[in-house]
Every structure is written in C-alpha cells, then in structure tokens.
C-alpha cells in the first residue's frame, strides 16, 4: 500500500534555529514529490521534487529527494516565528490525486 | 474569482443531520478535488472531477458522502446522516489542466465542519 511518512510529529525551536524535517514514501509510479505549509487551512506550495539528488532552495528554505532510499527533507535555516506551520509532504503518482503525510507541527518560538 | 472559495468557512451541525459544502474553483480550471483533513491528520483524497466527469470517487468513505459538479464549475459536497467521525475540515482544490500537479494546485481555506 502507498504512503507517506512524516517526521517528526512534532517541533519546538527556537528562533534562529535550523531545522530539517523528514518524509518518505513508499510508492509505485512514482511521478513527483511536493511539499507544503499549512499555517491555517489552505496549504500553500513550497517545492515539487521529481529527480534525485537536486536541491530545490527558496530564501531560507531547501529541500531535496532521494529516490533510491525513498526520502525527502525540508530544511529550514535561520528559523523565523513566522515559520510556524505544518509542513505536509505529499506525492503525486500517474493519478492526479496527492496523497499527503500526517505533517510536521513546528513551533518556532521568539 | 482570484483563488478557491469554499463556503461555509465553518459549520456546526447535529448528528444525523444533513450537510452541503460548496467549492468555488479558480475560473476555466478543468481539475477538481475534495480532501477530508481530520484533526492532526494530513488532508486525504475524496474524489475528483475533471470538467463535470467525476473521474475517481475512491475516497469517499461511505455511501452518505455525495459530491457534484454539474456544470464543470461549481462543485458541492454532501454529507447526509453526519456522524461525529465526519468532523474535519474538508478542502477543495483545483488546477488548470488535468494531470499537473504541485505549483499548479490551488487549495481553497477550507470548510471546518463539526458534528455534535
């Protein structure tokens, strides 16, 4: 059966802090992986992996897939409170459908 | 509209009751999805409708849960009979074509419903 799996549950740093958050996957047809932030009910894009070994970076935040050990990470430097979020992976096999992960609650305090 | 719209943003209801949860699309999106996202949970698949074809309705998880898209725009989820597992916020989602994925799915704010 397909899945996701996201650690840890949950975070509490401080800020200034780096943070790296953890999801793999076993999937078949695997087609890409994504990752989002939820701060209130919408979850916003951040990344779309689909090859390994590429790092995808935007300001603070990068990220990067491994498809042969099937895992992802999130990684968060220089931690700000308004990070706070969960951060939900998801993949994207030959359907159109995402199925997601249980997320990562961060709480970056001041 | 600008982005997806879902309304009611929350709704309270008693068990037993029936619900309709609307979904507003981004105009000329093709693509469209219901999650169910429980409490602590990340959001999982109900269906999906490509124009006013519903495509795949795997998720569902029962015969209570109804979702249409009549005419390719609008689309409304139902839940009749709600019990208190039914509480969650339910999201929609839409993209422009069909079969892209990742910057090109929009999530709306969701409809919180809790079921008392």
């Known amino acids: 059966e397909d899945k996701v799996v996201q650690s840890p549950l949950s975070l509490v740093v401080h800020e200034g802090d780096t943070v790296t958050l953890n999801c793999s996957y076993e999937v078949t047809n695997f087609r890409s992986l994504l990752w989002y932030k939820q701060e209130k009910k919408a979850p916003t894009f951040l990344f779309m992996l689909?090859?390994?070994?590429i790092e995808k970076k935007s300001g603070r935040l990068s990220s990067i897939l491994d498809k042969k050990e099937l895992f992802s990470i999130l990684n968060i430097t220089a931690t700000q409170t308004g990070d706070s979020a969960v951060y939900l992976c998801a993949y994207n096999n030959a359907g159109n459908m995402l199925t997601f992960g249980g997320g990562t609650r961060l709480m970056v305090k001041p | 509209g600008a982005g997806v719209s879902q309304s009611p943003r929350y709704k309270v209801a008693k068990r037993g009751q029936d619900v309709a949860l609307r979904c507003d699309p981004i105009?000329?999106?093709?693509?469209l999805f219901w999650y169910q996202q429980a409490l602590g949970q990340g959001p999982e698949f109900l269906t999906y409708f490509q124009n006013e074809a519903q495509l795949d309705k795997s998720g569902l998880p029962s015969d209570r849960f109804f979702a249409e898209r009549p005419e390719g725009s609008v689309s409304t989820l139902k839940i009749q009979r709600t019990q208190q597992e039914d509480s969650a916020v339910y999201l929609c989602?839409?993209?422009?074509?069909?079969?892209?994925?990742?910057?090109?799915?929009?999530f709306g704010e969701g409809s919180w419903l809790t079921v008392v």
């Open positions: 105009s000329g999106h093709v693509s």
């Open positions: 989602a839409s993209s422009l074509s069909p079969g892209t994925v990742g910057n090109t799915i929009y």
């Open positions: 689909t090859s390994s070994g």
